[in-house]
């Protein structure tokens, strides 16, 4: 029995079409989906770098490098499903710094890549209104008024009131001119008394 034509080009096509089919899962790779941070993105602060894939992969490598070749990466790699992490120096200075990454995918087929990023200063914050100076008020403190008491005592002299010892009176002169001259009388009187018979 022979085989027409057209039935060797439908088998000829159900191949064709069916090899495809086989080579399509084969040649679909392992892929980047998202990083944090993003690329050529602009950071305040970061903490982790997170790489999220579309299959799970093995053998990860993260750096964070900065201009100067200095690299921020604190620890090692972890994997948790379909993400890729590592730590970041708290103290990672603002500038320009790449995220160098490498993987190896389920089937074995290593992947590489670059996530360039920067690291900004922190924006001041805007104050909102002139805050009310609030002026404390300063007690003034009145010292009390304490009697200084004077280095050098005063000396009170000590007066008297009178003396406890009084002077003897004295008798007048006139009075014993009068007690002289009554008694000079007496006896004056006394001796003509004696003269008489």
Same mark, same amino acid.
Do not use: C
């Given at each position: 029995?022979?085989?027409?034509?057209?039935?060797?080009?439908?088998?000829?096509?159900?191949?064709?079409?069916?090899?495809?089919?086989?080579?399509?899962?084969? &040649?679909?790779?392992?892929?980047?989906?998202?990083?944090?941070?993003?690329?050529?993105?602009?950071?305040?602060?970061?903490?982790?770098?997170?790489?999220?894939? %579309?299959?799970?992969?093995?053998?990860?490598?993260?750096?964070?490098?900065?201009?100067?070749?200095?690299?921020?990466?604190?620890?090692?790699?972890?994997?948790?499903?379909?993400?890729? %992490?590592?730590?970041?120096?708290?103290?990672?200075?603002?500038?320009?710094?790449?995220?160098?990454?490498?993987?190896v995918s389920e089937d074995g087929h290593p992947l590489t890549g670059e996530i360039p990023?920067?690291?900004?200063?922190?924006? %001041?914050? =805007?104050?909102?209104?002139?805050?009310?100076?609030?002026?404390?008020?300063?007690?003034?403190?009145?010292?009390?008024? =304490?009697?200084?008491?004077?280095?050098?005592?005063?000396?009170?002299?000590?007066?008297?009131?009178?003396?406890? &010892? &009084?002077?003897?009176?004295?008798?007048?002169?006139?009075?014993? #001119?009068?007690?002289?001259?009554?008694?000079?009388?007496?006896?004056?009187? #006394?001796?003509?008394?004696?003269?008489?018979?």
């Amino acid at each position: 029995m022979k085989k027409s034509p057209i039935a060797g080009m439908a088998a000829l096509l159900v191949t064709f079409v069916l090899g495809l089919g086989l080579a399509a899962p084969a &040649q679909a790779h392992t892929t980047l989906k998202s990083s944090t941070p993003e690329k050529n993105a602009k950071v305040e602060s970061l903490r982790k770098v997170t790489l999220e894939f %579309s299959e799970s992969v093995r053998f990860p490598t993260l750096l964070v490098r900065g201009a100067d070749g200095k690299r921020y990466e604190n620890g090692q790699p972890v994997v948790n499903g379909l993400k890729v %992490s590592v730590a970041v120096d708290a103290a990672i200075p603002t500038g320009g710094y790449t995220v160098a990454w490498r993987v190896v995918s389920e089937d074995g087929h290593p992947l590489t890549g670059e996530i360039p990023f920067t690291v900004i200063d922190k924006p %001041s914050p =805007t104050p909102t209104g002139d805050a009310p100076t609030t002026q404390a008020a300063t007690p003034t403190a009145a010292a009390p008024a =304490t009697a200084t008491p004077s280095a050098t005592p005063t000396a009170v002299a000590a007066t008297p009131a009178a003396d406890t &010892q &009084q002077d003897e009176p004295k008798i007048p002169g006139w009075l014993w #001119v009068v007690v002289f001259g009554v008694g000079g009388i007496g006896i004056g009187m #006394v001796i003509s008394m004696r003269k008489k018979p």
